[in-house]
């Protein structure tokens, strides 16, 4: 991504307003410009990334860099979303960062084992959850290098 794209775009997968909320404060406060989209379940989290139902135009679902993925939402849960993606040929390449509550030793191994990228537990206080943005920011579009969208 490096030097390729102003704009990063992430596809935030929450169910909780208050979540979101500090998602996007702590994003704002890390580096760079990042268009931040939130979903609040894994079925809207699908409808957005085939382009269906409230995102059946393209433009209003672009296609995310990177999805931070809750594991614990209604009607999809993250699990089934992630293997749902990972599964899909024209969705398996973008990365699927794993941020929840959750710390048990079972989501860790069954989330990696269904390709997420990262699983990151998420912090109590705010400044964490700014630092780990900063660090998700820094790794994610300034270290690796990703693919091309169209690819």
């Not at 679902?61 to 699990?79: V, Y």
């Not at 390449?93 to 084992?113: F, G, K, W």
């Amino acid at each position: 991504m490096k030097g390729r794209q102003t704009t990063v775009r992430i596809l935030l997968a929450d169910d909780d307003d208050d979540d979101c909320m500090l998602a996007r404060e702590a994003l704002a406060e890390s580096d760079g410009v990042i268009d931040l989209r939130v979903v609040s379940d894994g079925e809207e989290l699908m409808d957005y990334l085939h382009h269906r139902g409230n995102y059946a135009i393209a433009n209003l679902a672009p296609r995310p860099n990177l999805i931070l993925l809750d594991l614990n939402m209604p009607k999809k849960d993250g699990r089934e979303a992630l293997q749902e993606i990972k599964g899909n040929e024209q969705l398996r390449r973008i990365p699927v960062v794993i941020l929840t509550t959750s710390n048990a030793e079972e989501d860790v191994h069954r989330c990696y084992e269904l390709g997420a990228n990262s699983f990151i537990i998420k912090p109590f206080s705010f400044q964490d959850l700014v630092e780990v943005m900063r660090m998700i920011n820094k790794y994610w579009f300034e270290t690796v290098e990703l693919p091309f969208e169209g690819l």
